[in-house]
């Protein structure tokens, strides 16, 4: 059981100088190189993004080592300055796979505690020219729903080599490598493969949000290299998802606070009836809702954040509470976006209709509301009623 009232220094969740830096630099690069014409624009390529701002990313910023040790070519730089680089990500509706690669795939390689698999890939990671993902760890908290692995591991001659499918992958058709957790003899265990056309078949997925690929991944054969140990595996596994969690709360806030300052803007310059509309007490009231959600909503991140940088054990509760809050500020804050902007809010050239989509692909991609509830209840202690 997780105590009900955690203890973390206070300081862990104010900004400091370096990372209110990095958002300025941040925040001036997306809007030079980012903006919504540059996402429409990428979208249709075959990567889905803009690879040379990738590289920009990676070299000058150094923003996919952020959070990988030095040891393993990174800064050396904890998951709160990683958070700072996914909220501007998330306000400028960046679409490459920070989230798969920088986020999923690097924590599940740190926490499996696999130094040569870190040395392999890490760095490959941390310098930009490898893209990762991971597949088959989904949801931890699913009641009744089977944990056991929808892809198997078999062990040959020639090593291992995986057989099954997962879909929905994060990145699945692109990413160059892919950790799979996958079912052996011993248990479930995380393998890492290079998928090759011949014994790996990937087919995108259409989905809500373009800004954000997914793909159906089947394993033929896959040859594949153990990561870790099966005794280790479900923790890293669970780890990794509420790392994810925390990381993805930290884009939704940026998401939530890019659709507040639009909509601000264009109440206080939009005219009726002689008068910005901005200045009528009803839509002022609406904005205020969005305002006090996205404070609780910053809040909740800032405390996922500083729980994931430190490793605490209260990861899993906060992540989970995080998660809740930002994914309907989320959705509350993109509403109101193309509400409050009237007719042109509607409009398939105006860019809210993207924000939305990625707020309804967020809230459920590590799990819905509902069951982030449901297991938080559990983690505090609370007793839960059976559903009806």
């Known amino acids: 059981m997780h105590r009900r009232h955690p203890e973390i220094d206070p300081q862990l969740l104010s900004e400091t100088d ?13 809007a030079e190189a980012s903006g919504v014409e540059e996402v429409r624009k990428h ?74 698999a870190c040395e392999r890939y890490l760095p490959q990671i941390a310098d930009g020219t490898l893209t990762a993902t991971v597949a088959g760890f989904g949801p931890d908290d699913r009641p009744g729903e089977s ?54 078949l990937r087919t995108p997925r259409r989905v809500l949000d373009e800004t954000r690929r997914q793909a159906l991944v089947e394993f033929r054969g896959a040859p594949a290299t153990a990561v870790g140990t099966a005794e280790e595996a479900e923790g890293t596994v669970s780890a990794t998802l509420d790392t994810g969690r925390a990381a993805l709360a930290a884009e939704q806030v940026g998401g939530s606070g890019h659709a507040l300052d639009a909509t601000v803007a264009f109440v206080a310059q939009r005219h009726q009836f002689g008068r910005p509309i901005g200045s009528f007490q009803a839509v002022k009231h609406r904005l205020a809702d969005v305002l006090v959600a996205l404070e609780a909503a910053r809040s909740g991140s800032a405390y996922a954040t500083a729980c994931a940088a430190i490793a605490s054990p209260q ?26 902007h009237g007719g042109i809010g509607f409009t398939w050239e105006h860019p809210a209709h993207l924000y939305v989509r990625r707020a309804r692909g967020a809230e459920v991609l590590f799990g819905t509301a509902d069951q982030h509830r449901t297991r938080l209840a559990g983690l505090v202690g609370l007793a839960t009623r059976p559903a009806a």
């Open 315 to 340: 990861l899993p509760v906060a992540a989970c509470a995080a998660a809740v809050v930002c994914s309907e500020t989320f959705r509350l804050a993109t509403a109101e976006y193309v509400q409050l």
């Open 43 to 116: 979208l249709a390529t075959p990567r889905g993004y803009d690879e040379a701002l990738w590289a920009r990313l990676a070299g000058e910023i150094g923003v996919h080592g952020l959070a990988i040790p030095e040891e393993y070519g990174g800064s050396g730089f904890t998951f709160a300055e990683l958070a700072v680089a996914l909220e501007e990500s998330g306000r400028a509706l960046y679409c490459a796979p920070l989230l798969p690669t920088v986020v999923l795939a690097a924590h599940a390689l740190l926490l499996s505690g696999d130094r040569r």
């Open 18 to 30: 370096e990372q209110r830096q990095l958002r300025t630099v941040l925040r001036d690069l997306y």
């Open 147 to 200: 944990r056991e692995p929808a892809v198997t591991a078999e062990q040959g001659g020639d090593g291992w080599v995986l057989r099954g499918r997962a879909d929905f992958v994060l990145d699945g058709a692109g990413a160059e490598l892919i950790l799979v957790r996958a079912g052996t003899p011993a248990g479930p265990r995380i393998f890492a493969c290079e998928p090759a056309s011949d014994t790996c």
